[in-house]
């Protein structure tokens, strides 16, 4: 499985990006897929996740009703939509894939496919 991230940018404080995230090689719907974020220093931050094959959704307390993530069958795609964007949300945003659904969704260590991330600056 191969990830590619595309969308991040430079914005005001307020706006919306939409990311997407590319993913070849998937052979079923079962699989877990996810947006993690980072900053210089920091561990890598949990953002969202999402069942490919139910829709089943998790969203960081952080971002809660702000941030979505969505998935695009037919396009092999999943999207993270970021409304009313903070300067606290600059990172670098990587998208994540597993085979199957963990419960510990929100652990980087659980996946085991990674996108190479893309940069998102938001300035007030």
């Known amino acids: 499985v191969q990830l590619q991230a595309s969308g991040g940018g430079l914005v005001q404080a307020g706006a919306s990006l939409r990311l997407s995230c590319v993913v070849s090689?998937?052979?079923?719907?079962?699989?877990?897929m996810a947006w993690f974020r980072q900053t210089p220093g920091k561990e890598r931050e949990f953002v969202a996740a999402?069942?490919?094959?139910?829709?089943?959704?998790i969203i960081a307390d952080s971002v809660k009703g702000r941030f979505t993530i969505s998935t695009d069958n037919a396009r092999n795609t999943l999207y993270l939509q970021m409304n009313s964007l903070k300067p606290e949300d600059t990172a670098i945003y990587f998208c994540?894939?597993?085979?199957?659904?963990?419960?510990?969704?929100?652990?980087?260590?659980?996946?085991?496919?990674w996108g190479q991330g893309t940069q998102v600056t938001v300035s007030s």
């Open positions: 090689g998937r052979t079923s719907n079962n699989y877990g």
């Open positions: 999402r069942k490919w094959a139910n829709s089943l959704t």
């Open positions: 994540a894939a597993r085979s199957g659904w963990s419960t510990g969704a929100w652990q980087a260590y659980e996946y085991n496919y």
